[in-house]
């Protein structure tokens, strides 16, 4: 672990020391699996990232309602959101997932560097129904799998993200209830499309859904990942700055 990818996790842990998700409101989840309902929807599964700033964008769409623009992609078909609630560098907090989650009734994933059984915990208890963790973060499998299995015990789904082949056949193992490849690499932020090309080419078969994430911004992106074998796409930043977030999610949904 270095570069930007070293930052954001001493973010997150200055977070948790400021208490950020020590005080959250209370919600219940959607109580839906997501990892089936990508599978059964009938036009493509697209999760939405509610997002409005990143180490690579800086400031993308500040001063929005968090809950508006979560039900213009709601409208727009999103089967589920993403909500940031890392406030370093990305903007977020947690007190945005728990509005939103008042306000909707799709499933959130919890988007967030997490290092910390209190940030798994709050996701819990505002009602999320995945988290995210991130295969490159964890310094061993015993770890990162304790926090699956925390994840787990609160009834939250894991989606685990990697980013290299390797990282991948680790996480295909680990009992994550989805996998995602990343096409941004967390050390520099670059971003290729072709990641996920590579890694599915490569990679062993994995019984639960992949879902490729970054770089993703018009229905093009979503034929060429869809046809190597990625089956659920997340997208932030090219929705929050398209103007029209209903419209951008439902071109991207219809896109196959």
């Known amino acids: ?89 990305f903007g977020g907090s947690p007190e945005n997932l728990a509005r939103i989650r008042q306000n909707v009734n799709v499933p959130i994933l919890m988007k967030d560097i997490i290092i910390d059984a209190h940030q798994i915990e709050a996701g819990a208890k505002m009602g999320a129904d995945y988290v995210l963790l991130i295969e490159s973060v964890f310094e061993s499998n015993s770890v990162r799998d304790g926090l699956i299995d925390l994840a787990h015990s609160h009834g939250l789904g894991v989606l685990l993200e990697a980013h290299t082949p390797a990282e991948f056949g680790s996480a295909v193992r680990s009992g994550a209830d989805m996998v995602g490849i990343n096409n941004r690499n967390l050390d520099t932020l670059e971003v290729s499309l072709a990641t996920t090309e590579e890694i599915m080419a490569a990679g062993p078969a994995c019984e639960v859904p992949i879902v490729t994430e970054s770089g993703i911004s018009a229905p093009g992106d979503i034929r060429r990942l869809r046809a190597c074998g990625a089956e659920v796409f997340l997208v932030g930043t090219s929705i929050m700055k398209s103007g029209d977030i209903a419209g951008a999610v439902r071109s991207l949904v219809s896109a196959v």
């Open 1 to 89: 672990m270095s570069g930007v990818l070293e930052t954001l996790v001493s973010n997150s842990r200055r977070a948790v020391s400021d208490g950020v998700y020590d005080s959250v409101s209370p919600h219940k989840s959607s109580g839906v699996d997501l990892a089936q309902l990508v599978r059964k929807t009938p036009h493509v599964p697209v999760i939405s990232e509610v997002k409005f700033a990143s180490p690579s964008e800086g400031d993308i769409c500040r001063g929005a309602d968090p809950v508006e623009v979560a039900a213009q992609m709601v409208e727009g078909g999103a089967v589920a959101l993403s909500v940031l609630t890392q406030p370093h560098s």
